[in-house]
């Protein structure tokens, strides 16, 4: 919501292109590491483990591992602004209640059972496709239509650091963890496994297919509010002159045409998919370390029964906290940044993940066919590019004002 929200109060729907553009590479990694965990029984660090160096593990867990806890500070810190802006008092009292309920429902609540509550404050989503329909929002459709199928490309340093943020914040390293994690999961849930890594039936084509689906509705559905958050911070805020969001309050304007509600329903996004996501963010490193260090592990086993898993979850948490008094930065700004991180990350995990996935070795017949191979290796010329572009333009001052 952060960095989509940023991109269009600053550059209107001149980004528009990346929503479909990036479709196809979310669904094709996604799918990739979802396929693993069902086929393998086990997630990326506990293959790596497996079959790769040392320090090919270690490396990727460490990427992980600091991604993600730069991730959990920063939606702490947008989700206890978030409270401030609407109940008042102090930000660190909104961030020690949040953090602390957090810790709680992931240490003593089994996640299935609360995800299954907080999955409903993600329709607060729906305010930005209300939004954009909304009598008064003035949306230049035909500029929509424009922007979706128009590339553009601009040397402006904010424009760069956005467009890596937009696909950091899209294509992230938690989730190749998290996806194949709770495949495993499902996986020993419905009898498929005796436990993670112990799989004791054979993949079916159905199951594949069925993984498959679900990525590619969950990813369609995610660059639909992706859009829609573009097309209203493009028809308030950019329209409005206000380039430069970093608060809450400056990202809630976005949907001002709903009046005070506005502020109820951006606080109820950024709340709703905090407490979805720090629980991801914190629940992929556990799954990474876990399986690097030999440890029990799964959402679908309490606290007694596999401590270092949660150990590392709750440690992860904890350190987001505290890096929130360590060094302030704008909300809105600290979410962009952490998603540029993602995007920095992320290249380097794709090639492990494709390496992988087209081994006969590891996922026999279910490895890897063309179309997979072609578009995984786009993505990650495309996000080492963009990156890559990015520090080079900040580094010899290529990047102009």
Known sequence: IGTYSVAGAQFGYRMLW?????????????????????????????????????????????????????????????MASSAQMLFGLRFSLWLT????????????????????????????????????????????????????????????????????????????????????????????????SKAPGQRTREVTRPELKAIRTDTIIGMLASQIATFFILVCATGSLYAMGKHDINTAQDAAEALKPL???????????????????????AGSAGYAVAEMCGWRYGLFRRYTRARGFYTVIAGMIVVGFGMNFVKSIQPIKALLYSAVLNAVVAPP?????LLICSSRKIMGEHRNGAISNVIGWTTVVLMTAAAGYMFYAFATGKATG
């Open 259 to 281: 009046g005070r509600a506005a502020y109820w329903l951006f606080s109820l996004g950024i709340l709703g998919t905090g407490l979805l996501t720090i629980p991801t963010l």
């Open 349 to 353: 995990l794709i090639v492990l993940l």
């Open 97 to 192: 209640l949040i953090t602390g309920f957090t810790l709680a429902l992931q240490i003593f609540v089994p996640y299935r059972r609360y995800v299954k509550f907080l999955k409903w404050f993600a329709l607060s989503l729906l305010a930005y496709i209300v939004t954009a329909f909304w009598p008064g929002m003035k949306i230049q459709w035909s500029e929509v239509a424009r922007g979706i199928v128009t590339f553009h490309w601009s040397s402006n340093p904010a424009f760069i650091l956005t467009l890596v943020g937009f696909i950091g914040t899209t294509i992230s390293p938690y989730l190749f963890f998290w996806q194949a994690g709770e495949t495993i999961e499902e996986g020993v849930v419905e009898g498929k």
């Open 18 to 78: 990346l929503v479909p553009f990036c479709i196809p590479l979310m669904i094709c990694v996604q799918e990739m590491c979802g396929r693993l965990g069902a086929v393998t029984g086990k997630g990326l660090a506990g293959v790596l483990k497996e079959h790769f160096p040392k320090w090919v593990l270690w490396g990727s867990v460490v990427l992980l591992v600091g991604a993600n806890v730069t991730n959990i500070y920063a939606d702490l810190n947008v």
